[in-house]
């Protein structure tokens, strides 16, 4: 599976916007980009996905670079109720499973 | 509303206890999946299943069972065989579909502690 590097904690205030980063070098041509986000005692909840072109939904926006070697997540107004961990997954929809490999995330804090 | 159900939320066990993990989904969603988290890391797969009657073991699988009998249904054995059985565990599903895919859906956890 290709891999996604993130930074380990960010910090932000809340009502600000915060940019997560995400670098998966190694992406192929058929690795569709998501994103989750864990609470604490809770399971991950999706966030946003997409291929090569920017998404927007409810949650949040996801810019993804030309090249494809990177994405960011923007989160417009930071609320406390964004502090989470976030993960930046690949996923492949041509393998068999398809299956989703979790890395350690972004532990993102958000100041009142 | 539909969802995925994990039960129970927290269970203890003794060493040498083989004990069973439930997740039922009513999404109607093909693909089932058991994942081990542990404090601090990321989420680890242990097994998956795309269809009925059919699982295939993730990177994690020594020590676990799984069964696949029903669409809805996908419980995971945590046997004696399992070295370290103590973690939280997450189960999963989507569809196999790409065409309105709107990704996994996690159930609320199962905190197994070995007593």
């Known amino acids: 599976d290709a891999k996604t590097t993130q930074p380990n904690s960010m910090e932000s205030n809340e009502e600000e916007p915060v940019h997560l980063p995400c670098n998966h070098s190694?992406?192929?041509?058929?690795?569709?980009i998501h994103w989750y986000r864990q609470l604490p005692s809770q399971g991950p909840e999706y966030v946003i996905h997409?291929?090569?072109s920017n998404v927007n939904n409810r949650m949040a926006s996801l810019a993804i670079a030309e090249d494809r070697k990177s994405s960011t997540l923007i989160l417009h107004r930071a609320t406390l109720r964004d502090a989470a961990v976030y993960y930046c997954i690949l996923r492949d929809w041509t393998t068999s499973g398809s299956r989703l490999t979790f890395g350690e995330g972004t532990q993102l804090t958000v100041n009142p | 509303d539909g969802g995925i159900t994990q039960s129970p939320k927290y269970l203890f066990r003794k060493e040498g206890q083989n004990v069973t993990l439930s997740c039922e989904q009513n999404l109607n969603h093909d693909a089932m999946y058991w994942y081990r988290q542990d404090p601090g890391q990321g989420l680890r797969l242990i097994y998956y299943s795309q269809i009925v009657n059919d699982f295939q073991k993730g990177d994690i699988a020594e020590g676990y069972s799984v069964s696949r009998e029903k669409k809805e249904s996908f419980p995971l054995t945590v046997t004696s065989a399992q070295k370290n059985p103590t973690a939280f565990y997450l189960c999963?599903?989507?569809?196999?579909?790409?065409?309105?895919?709107?990704?996994?859906?996690f159930g609320s956890g199962t905190r197994l502690t070995v007593v």
């Open positions: 997409g291929l090569t």
């Open positions: 190694t992406i192929s041509g058929t690795d569709y």
């Open positions: 999963a599903s989507s569809t196999t579909l790409k065409a309105g895919h709107r990704g996994y859906t």
